[in-house]
């Protein structure tokens, strides 16, 4: 069974900065696109961001100038900077391959921006 493990969230308020990781299986690391998804209240998750091996990042537009997708080649992690934080950026932060089929759903980090 392949793990992700995700850290990093928290409690902040509107403005603030979060930045969060995601560790990895080596296997998995260096060969897949790895992405950060969210999921809000009663909505469904959603990719935010991604970053391919070969140095590509994109970005959902909602968080396009604001978040900061990084991977360390060292630690076999997928980081994601998080700053001017907002209300709508709360829901619980998963890592998982960009593109199917997916690895077993960690069990996420919940990311709490207050207005």
């Known amino acids: 069974q392949v793990q992700l493990v995700e850290s990093g969230g928290g409690l902040v308020q509107a403005g603030g900065s979060l930045r969060l990781s995601c560790v990895a299986p080596?296997?998995?690391?260096?060969?897949?696109?790895l992405g950060w998804y969210r999921q809000a209240p009663g909505k469904q998750r959603e990719l935010v961001s991604s970053?391919?091996?070969?140095?590509?990042?994109n970005y959902a537009d909602p968080v396009k100038g604001r978040f900061t997708i990084s991977r360390d080649n060292a630690k076999n992690t997928v980081d994601l900077q998080m700053n001017n934080l907002k209300p709508e950026d709360t829901g619980v932060y998963y890592c998982?391959?960009?593109?199917?089929?997916?690895?077993?759903w960690g069990r996420g980090t919940q990311v709490t921006v207050s207005s």
């Open positions: 998982n391959v960009a593109t199917g089929p997916f690895l077993d």
């Open positions: 970053f391919t091996p070969g140095g590509i990042r």
């Open positions: 080596f296997g998995i690391f260096r060969i897949r696109t």
